[in-house]
Structures are given as structure tokens and as C-alpha cells.
């Protein structure tokens, strides 16, 4: 049990580190790939590549697939359609340092959804985690001096990350949820059913944007970033993030969040050679130890 627990929070920091790497793809394409073309591209490719492994799983599963029905259906527009979809667009008309703010929003949307509707309250250590690595955010996002909270300014792209972070934390609670459902179903068959329901909503919004000349050119840069989204941060990403709900539960799985702007400065060093400086290891350290203290907490049923 232990080492099940284990893997699925590695599996978490895989899924992490592979959306921070979607961070900066949609950050260094935010002004040549429009944002709903990028979500809707991304996951018809993602989809291309599982299908043929699970068509026969589909098919064997059946019973199971008709069983789960509608949630199916709810799952495909939260986390396949309506997240990413409204994270690109948000990117479009607000800044990332709004982005990072409103996405601090997700551990406490899930805990208290986790209390609500799974009646798994996180215990007091839990919170205390949460709170230190929100300190450890705010180091990071302030590059250590507080007066640049000051200075911020909010518009409609914030309104739509706050309502992408509580679609992503919904779609996590009901992964929780309706597991009974979902855990019949192979992971990888899991995956596809949600895209192949999950791509068609996408497509009206897409089209409409494409309507208004929104493009983009066909470029080698451009199908490179398409391609690192729908294989990193779509099937490698989702899969390891829905191991980790199955396992570990959904709030416990959102602290693990905090530590996207952790990697996104590692990678950033890395590919980038942007410095390392005294904020980031500060608010890396606060991060990484209030998601240790975190993720020692236990369930208290309601």
C-alpha cells in the first residue's frame, strides 16, 4: 500500500513537471498558435496516438463504459474540454503572475470539495501544508518582496482562470467521486473514452474562432509545440494525474499544483538559462516542505 501511495505521488510530480513544460510551450506560442486551436489540435492529436491501443479495450469494456454513462460525458467537457480551452484563453489577456495568483485558488477550491462532496475533510496538518506552501507561492510570485502585490491589476482573463481552476478541481472530486465507475475501466481506455467525448465539445468554439481569422501557420516550431502538448502535458500528464486522484484522493493530489512555478523556474534555468535566484529556492524550499507536511495527512470522514 505504501509503495502504491509512493508511485501515485510520483506520479503527481510527473504530471506536474509535464504541465509546467506546457506552461512555457503556451507561453512561447501564445502570439502564433490561437488558444483554441492549440487545445483543439493538441488533444486530436493526442487522440490519433491512443486510439489505436485502445479501441479493443473500448470494445471489451462496454459494460462498463454504459455503466458510467453521463459521468462520462461530464468528465470529457471538465477535463478534457473546458480546462485547457479557458487556461489559453486566459493566457491571452492576462498576465502569468495573474495566472500563478488565481491558480493558488485550486488546493483550497479542492479541499473544501473534498469535504462537501466526498465528506473527506483534510485533517489540521493538512491545512497547515497548504498554507506554507501558499507562502512558498507567493515568495516565487513576488520574486521576494511583497509591495509587487500592490502593483497587480485584474481583468477578464483572470475571471476565466478562476473559472478553469474550479473546473479542473471539480473534475478532480468527481474522479474521486465516481470511482466505483471509473475503476473498472482500464486507465489508458479511461483516457481515450474522455477525449473522444471531450474533442467534439471543443470543436463549435473552435470553428467559431477560426470564423473570426484566427490561425495559425503550419511551421516546423508550431507542430513541435502542438506535439509536445498532446504527448506530455495530454497523455502522459492525464494519466499519471488520474492515477494519482484514484490513489491518494483529490486534495491531496491539488497541493501537488504548488509546485508547477518550481519546476517552471527548474526548466526555465535549464532550456532557457534563465538565473536562479535567492526567491526561488526560498519559495522552492517553503513549497516542497508544505507539501511534505501535506501529504502525511490522513481523511476524517464528515
Known amino acids: 500500500m505504501h509503495s502504491s501511495r509512493s508511485l501515485a505521488m510520483l506520479g503527481l510530480l510527473l504530471a506536474v513537471l509535464c ?14 498558435i490561437p488558444p483554441l486551436a492549440l487545445s483543439f ?10 486510439l489505436p491501443f485502445v479501441l479493443v479495450p473500448l470494445w471489451r469494456h462496454r459494460p462498463q463504459l454504459r455503466a458510467a454513462g453521463w459521468r462520462l460525458l461530464v468528465l470529457g467537457g471538465l477535463g478534457i474540454a473546458g480546462y485547457n480551452s479557458m487556461l489559453y484563453s486566459a493566457a491571452q489577456t492576462t498576465a502569468a503572475i495573474n495566472i500563478t495568483l488565481v491558480n493558488t485558488c485550486l488546493p483550497l477550491m479542492t479541499f473544501i470539495g ?23 507561492l507567493l515568495v516565487l510570485i513576488t520574486q521576494g518582496s511583497w509591495m509587487t502585490l500592490t502593483t497587480l491589476s485584474f481583468n477578464r482573463g483572470d475571471l476565466i482562470m478562476l473559472l478553469a481552476v474550479a473546473d479542473w478541481a471539480l473534475y478532480s472530486l468527481l474522479l474521486r467521486r465516481w470511482a466505483s465507475y471509473l475503476l473498472p475501466i482500464p486507465p ?24 473570426q481569422g484566427a490561425s495559425f501557420a503550419v511551421t516546423p516550431g508550431n507542430l513541435g509545440a502542438i506535439a509536445y502538448t498532446a ?14 486522484v484514484r490513489v491518494v484522493g483529490a486534495a491531496k493530489a491539488a497541493l501537488a499544483s504548488y509546485l508547477m512555478p518550481v519546476f517552471t523556474a527548474a526548466l526555465g534555468w535549464l532550456l532557457l538559462g534563465e538565473g536562479l535566484q535567492a526567491f526561488h529556492w ?17 481523511a476524517k470522514r464528515a
Open 231 to 244: 504527448l506530455f502535458a495530454s497523455l502522459v500528464a492525464y494519466l499519471a494525474w488520474n492515477h494519482g
Open 41 to 50: 489540435w493538441r488533444w486530436c492529436l493526442a487522440l490519433s496516438l491512443l
Open 19 to 32: 504541465w509546467s513544460g506546457n506552461a512555457l510551450v503556451a507561453r512561447a506560442f501564445a502570439g502564433e
Open 188 to 211: 489508458l481506455a479511461l483516457l481515450g473514452v474522455l477525449m473522444l467525448l471531450g474533442v467534439p465539445l471543443i470543436l463549435p468554439f473552435y470553428l467559431i474562432e477560426l470564423s
Open 114 to 136: 473534498a469535504g462537501l462532496l466526498l465528506g473527506e475533510w483534510p485533517q489540521r496538518r493538512a491545512w497547515w501544508g497548504m498554507g506554507l506552501a501558499t507562502i512558498g
Open 282 to 298: 526560498l519559495g522552492g524550499g517553503l513549497i516542497f516542505s508544505g507539501l511534505l507536511l501535506g501529504s502525511r495527512m490522513g
